[in-house]
């Protein structure tokens, strides 16, 4: 019987030496102030607010720097350095983000084939896992890392990155497919040792059977739109912003053949899209291929893409994050659902020679974040109800084995206080969700482009229930430029000039 209390003790200690920042208060409430000041502007407080989570640690201060969280705060140092011109900051910061991600992942797939059943359903709840990126970030963090390398003036790095993000399109697949893989044979043994807990998990964990309780009326309004959304992603975790930029990398080399092959992806991801459909058109004509039928009423552009060309990249609304609401199973635990943010702006031009250039969507994020949630919920919910009862199971049998115990009153009575203390911490642990994800995204990208203006001035115009007007200046020696746009809201809306002296 002392078994019973070791096992569920073993579970407590485990939960404690392996939990991350997340466990206690969950992420997503943790950004709250973050997002509050990003969202109206205040770049200083949110760049506070994220700097706090970085520094050094010590016993007194907020740090999550080796802890399970620093991956995603590393990612929103990235990107919100990035939207500030602090370019090289930005790199330093996708980059160690990078390196704790390989780092995870090797260290995950080790854990998953190589621990034992109990000892990795002692860390099922995932705030207690490090924070290793979805699918989404790792696209998105090379993204940034790209535009970044051009801010920064080095033009050979952003070309590099480019060339590389087609193949880290399909690394990232192939890393999800690796991982949930070795996660479902580890679950697999679980549910194998744990056979009364298998039958109700196979017969009732499923999202359609937790949306179809009237228990849960939050989780399934959440299932349900989120369902919605995800039906306009693109599949296999695409990115079409990362595409296109891979695409204008082959552009900018002059190797049009390769810039079709992704082009064409981009329209097959994307078929009603008539921009990608000119960018598909016009590399088959440069690359002196045959048009298909489909698209013999679309024009080529009718200026240069690869030289002299200003190209407006626009990072529009706040992206979906996670919140926590509570679900019923049989007992209540808590459980990230989507959550999802109006676009502030519903139409944005950019002026230019007197021509107004509408930017048009090129990467739904809400879309992206709400296939990859859709995708990856049945197995969270298996893990997370099969932690529950497990860790229920335990506690419960600890308590009997206390209460049938040979121990003196005194013992008994101290055992059943540490018990009932290791308890609460466990329940309070196990009841946050994981939440986290990156914030400082977009909720779209949008995309126009046009030649390089003669008087090499633009005026954008964000279109809204507050309007906003820009005017910005490409430098003389600039050939061609990417312009960036960050607009998170009415109250925050800036614009970059990524300079691209080569040609």
């Given at each position: 019987?002392?078994?019973?209390?070791?096992?569920?003790?073993?579970?407590?200690?485990?939960?404690?030496?392996?939990?991350?920042?997340?466990?206690?208060?969950?992420?997503?409430?943790?950004?709250?102030?973050?997002?509050?000041?990003?969202?109206?502007?205040?770049?200083?407080?949110?760049?506070?607010?994220v700097n706090k989570k970085l520094k050094e640690p010590a016993w007194y201060n907020s740090s999550v720097v080796n802890?399970?969280?620093?991956?995603?705060?590393?990612?929103?140092?990235?990107?919100?350095?990035?939207?500030?011109?602090n370019y090289q900051m930005a790199i330093d910061q996708l980059k160690e983000a990078e390196r704790l991600i390989e780092?995870?992942?090797?260290?995950?797939?080790?854990?998953?084939?190589?621990?034992?059943?109990?000892?990795?359903?002692?860390?099922?709840?995932?705030?207690?896992?490090?924070?290793?990126?979805?699918?989404?970030?790792?696209?998105?963090?090379?993204?940034?890392?790209?535009?970044?390398?051009?801010?920064?003036?080095?033009?050979?790095?952003?070309?590099?990155?480019?060339?590389?993000?087609?193949?880290?399109?399909?690394?990232?697949?192939?890393?999800?497919?690796?991982?949930?893989?070795?996660?479902?044979?580890?679950?697999?043994?679980?549910?194998?040792?744990?056979?009364?807990?298998?039958?109700?998990?196979?017969?009732s964990a499923s999202p359609e059977a937790m949306a179809a309780s009237n228990q849960n009326p939050q989780f399934a309004?959440?299932?349900?739109?989120?369902?919605?959304?995800?039906?306009?992603?693109?599949?296999?975790?695409?990115?079409?912003?990362?595409?296109?930029?891979?695409?204008?990398?082959?552009?900018?080399?002059?190797?049009?053949?390769?810039?079709?092959?992704?082009?064409?992806?981009?329209?097959?991801?994307?078929?009603?899209?008539?921009?990608?459909?000119?960018?598909?058109?016009?590399?088959?004509?440069?690359?002196?291929?045959?048009?298909?039928?489909?698209?013999?009423?679309?024009?080529?552009?009718?200026?240069?893409?690869?030289?002299?060309?200003?190209?407006?990249?626009?990072?529009?609304?706040?992206?979906?994050?996670?919140?926590?609401?509570?679900?019923?199973?049989?007992?209540?635990?808590?459980?990230?659902?989507?959550?999802?943010?109006?676009?502030?702006?519903?139409?944005?031009?950019?002026?230019?020679?007197?021509?107004?250039?509408?930017?048009?969507?090129?990467?739904?994020?809400?879309?992206?974040?709400?296939?990859?949630?859709?995708?990856?919920?049945?197995?969270?919910?298996?893990?997370?109800?099969?932690?529950?009862?497990?860790?229920?199971?335990?506690?419960?049998?600890?308590?009997?084995?206390?209460?049938?115990?040979?121990?003196?009153?005194?013992?008994?009575?101290?055992?059943?206080?540490?018990?009932?203390?290791?308890?609460?911490?466990?329940?309070?642990?196990?009841?946050?969700?994981?939440?986290?994800?990156?914030?400082?995204?977009?909720?779209?990208?949008?995309?126009?482009?046009?030649?390089?203006?003669?008087?090499?001035?633009?005026?954008?115009?964000?279109?809204?229930?507050?309007?906003?007007?820009?005017?910005?200046?490409?430098?003389?020696?600039?050939?061609?430029?990417?312009?960036?746009?960050?607009?998170?809201?009415?109250?925050?809306?800036?614009?970059?000039?990524?300079?691209?002296?080569?040609?």
């Amino acid at each position: 019987m002392r078994n019973h209390i070791f096992s569920f003790l073993s579970f407590i200690v485990a939960v404690g030496f392996l939990t991350g920042c997340s466990t206690i208060q969950n992420c997503h409430s943790q950004k709250e102030p973050m997002m509050t000041a990003y969202m109206m502007g205040d770049n200083a407080q949110t760049l506070s607010c994220v700097n706090k989570k970085l520094k050094e640690p010590a016993w007194y201060n907020s740090s999550v720097v080796n802890t399970g969280d620093e991956v995603v705060w590393r990612l929103e140092a990235g990107s919100l350095n990035f939207n500030l011109g602090n370019y090289q900051m930005a790199i330093d910061q996708l980059k160690e983000a990078e390196r704790l991600i390989e780092e995870y992942d090797d260290r995950a797939l080790i854990s998953l084939r190589d621990l034992s059943t109990e000892a990795a359903t002692a860390v099922m709840n995932l705030n207690a896992l490090p924070y290793r990126g979805l699918c989404r970030d790792r696209i998105a963090l090379s993204i940034y890392k790209s535009l970044a390398y051009l801010g920064n003036g080095n033009e050979d790095a952003f070309r590099a990155q480019l060339n590389r993000l087609r193949n880290e399109q399909k690394r990232v697949k192939d890393d999800y497919d690796k991982y949930f893989e070795a996660d479902k044979k580890q679950m697999d043994e679980t549910l194998k040792t744990h056979k009364d807990v298998a039958k109700t998990v196979k017969e009732s964990a499923s999202p359609e059977a937790m949306a179809a309780s009237n228990q849960n009326p939050q989780f399934a309004v959440g299932w349900n739109e989120a369902k919605a959304i995800g039906d306009k992603g693109y599949g296999d975790f695409m990115n079409p912003a990362a595409i296109f930029l891979s695409g204008l990398g082959s552009v900018r080399d002059g190797n049009f053949d390769n810039a079709r092959i992704d082009f064409e992806r981009l329209c097959k991801a994307m078929p009603n899209n008539p921009l990608f459909k000119r960018y598909y058109v016009t590399s088959l004509v440069k690359a002196g291929r045959e048009i298909p039928s489909d698209y013999a009423g679309v024009a080529p552009f009718d200026f240069p893409l690869d030289h002299d060309c200003v190209y407006v990249i626009v990072a529009h609304g706040r992206s979906a994050t996670f919140r926590q609401i509570a679900i019923y199973f049989p007992i209540m635990f808590a459980f990230p659902v989507c959550e999802y943010y109006p676009a502030p702006f519903s139409m944005i031009s950019v002026g230019a020679d007197g021509q107004a250039h509408q930017a048009v969507p090129l990467a739904d994020m809400d879309a992206i974040h709400s296939q990859e949630f859709t995708t990856r919920l049945p197995a969270l919910i298996i893990r997370t109800i099969t932690s529950t009862l497990i860790k229920e199971a335990a506690y419960f049998a600890a308590k009997e084995s206390l209460r049938n115990s040979d121990m003196s009153p005194e013992n008994r009575r101290a055992a059943e206080l540490a018990l009932a203390i290791g308890g609460t911490a466990y329940r309070i642990a196990m009841n946050t969700a994981d939440t986290r994800s990156w914030e400082i995204l977009p909720k779209e990208f949008l995309l126009t482009q046009f030649p390089m203006p003669q008087n090499r001035t633009l005026t954008m115009q964000l279109t809204g229930q507050v309007q906003q007007n820009l005017t910005v200046d490409i430098p003389a020696d600039s050939r061609s430029a990417i312009v960036y746009i960050n607009a998170p809201s009415p109250y925050n809306v800036s614009c970059q000039v990524l300079p691209i002296k080569s040609k």
